[in-house]
């Protein structure tokens, strides 16, 4: 998304000792972390099985749908009773519901091996649920051999066979290259397979292709569709990627407050991205009355489940009191966890805070530890501060030749600051300290461009 009122930090004549607000737009996933705008997410789990077993026993002789009724009552004995003697004598659906009884535990005392026993006797003998479910264990390990190649192979047998899962997860095989050669347009020509029989998720991940242009031309009209057919049966990442395109303005009118209503949607589901989407658009005022306290509450409830982008952003509230009492040491706590998942922002406002002793005991060498790493993922404003740091000598060695590289690196990033810093410095460097320099910049900007 592009903002109307960027958080941009503003910088003190000499350092960036202010923190940077955590960007608008979800943690990275599949799709990475871009410089701006909210992402839209793809649903990257394998679907599980269903336990409609009266529709595995269309064929089955009698005893078999008592044995369901039985089961769905919870009447597991009488359920094993009917179930056993008719998977014993070799039909295929009593099998695959008895391994599903191994499996879960109910009836039947739980045994991993036995359920992969029945599954595989039904799975030889065609039966689509059991073929999932071999596919899902193998995908998964465990009870048996983490194993992708099996797992897509298991998955086939049975999405040829029409079967809606088996089609949704053999199209997330293709599209993420696990045991079959990664492969968008067989990936779309599952998901659109699935999504033809209702699969939700089948459906979302049809919207993320077309919105991304994988496999197929971007087109935000049919994303939309698509995000929408899942997102009005209540599918949590649809309706945050519905929500997302109502805040581009793609394949939609651009509209704050219908992206508030869908991001709402998702967010009490417990979905984090639209959690922390939303408490954005409460501390913006977008779509919505400006409301720093339900900002907190939405960030908070985002950050709890280990979101990053939310857990600096409940730094920020914290250190600037917005929403909350202004209180330092919650501040640096909140930007640490983002921080020690990588979160580059977190990184570096953790490195203010222990530059100006705020909320931690002041270090210059945890200042410049934390700035390296925000730094090493090319955060401008951490390459600024900690070529300040090798300038100075403040937290580690004073080293000219790393701080000019620092500097012009931010400065091919677009910080002004740093390319004024840079021509100051030039004045205390050696031609030859110069030269190094300029060459370990121009490696890092090839590296970069590859």
């Known amino acids: 998304m592009n903002h109307k009122n960027p958080l941009s930090p503003t910088f003190s004549a000499r350092r960036t000792n202010n923190v940077v607000r955590a960007p608008f737009q979800p943690r990275g996933g599949d799709d990475g972390r871009g410089a701006s705008g909210v992402h839209i997410r793809m649903r990257h789990r ?10 595995l026993g269309a064929c089955a002789p009698g005893g078999y749908h008592e044995g369901v009724a039985a089961y769905h009552r919870g009447d597991y004995a009488t359920a094993v009773g009917e179930i056993k003697p008719l998977a014993v004598r070799g039909n295929a659906a009593a099998q695959t519901m008895l391994g599903r009884m191994y499996a879960s535990g109910h009836g039947v005392p739980q045994d991993g091996a ?57 199209g997330l095989s293709y599209f993420k290259g696990r045991g079959v050669s990664q492969d968008d347009s067989e990936a779309l020509n599952w998901f659109r397979k699935a999504a033809g029989q209702q699969v939700v998720g089948a459906q979302n991940n049809l919207g993320f292709m077309y919105a991304k242009a994988r496999g197929v031309p971007q087109d935000d009209d049919q994303a939309v569709l698509w995000f929408r057919m899942a997102a009005e049966r209540g599918y949590a990442a649809a309706e945050f990627n519905l929500g997302t395109m109502y805040d581009n303005g793609r394949g939609v009118p651009q509209d704050d407050a219908m992206a508030v209503t869908w991001y709402r949607r998702a967010a009490n589901q417990g979905y984090a991205d639209a959690q922390f989407n939303l408490g954005t658009m409460f501390e913006l005022g977008r779509g919505l009355r400006r409301d720093p306290v339900e900002a907190v509450r939405w ?38 966890k983002g921080a020690e998942q990588g979160y580059a922002d977190a990184q570096f406002n953790l490195g203010v805070m222990y530059e100006n002793g705020r909320g931690v005991i002041r270090s210059n060498s945890e200042a410049a530890k934390w700035y390296n790493k925000a730094a090493e993922q090319n955060h401008r404003h951490a390459l600024v501060n900690l070529g300040l740091i090798y300038e100075t000598g403040q937290g580690m060695k004073q080293n000219f030749v790393q701080a000019h590289l620092l500097f012009n690196i931010a400065a091919a990033r677009g910080d002004r600051g740093a390319a004024r810093f840079r021509d100051q410095l030039i004045h205390r460097m050696t031609s030859k300290e110069i030269s190094k320099a300029q060459d370990l910049a121009r490696a890092w900007q090839i590296k970069n461009q590859n």
């Open 46 to 55: 394998f679907k599980t099985i269903a336990l409609a077993f009266l529709m």
């Open 114 to 170: 036995l359920a992969v026993q029945w599954y595989r006797s039904a799975a030889k003998l065609g039966q689509p649920q059991a073929q999932l479910a071999l596919g899902l264990m193998h995908a998964e390990g465990g009870v048996v051999t983490q194993d992708d190649a099996v797992a897509a192979a298991w998955f086939r047998a049975a999405a040829e066979q029409g079967l809606a899962q088996a089609q949704y997860n053999l």
């Open 299 to 336: 960030f908070r409830k985002a950050a709890e489940t280990g979101y990053a982008n939310a857990q600096a952003s409940l730094g920020f509230m914290y250190e600037r009191g917005n929403g909350v009492p202004q209180d330092d040491a919650k501040a640096a706590n909140w930007y640490r």
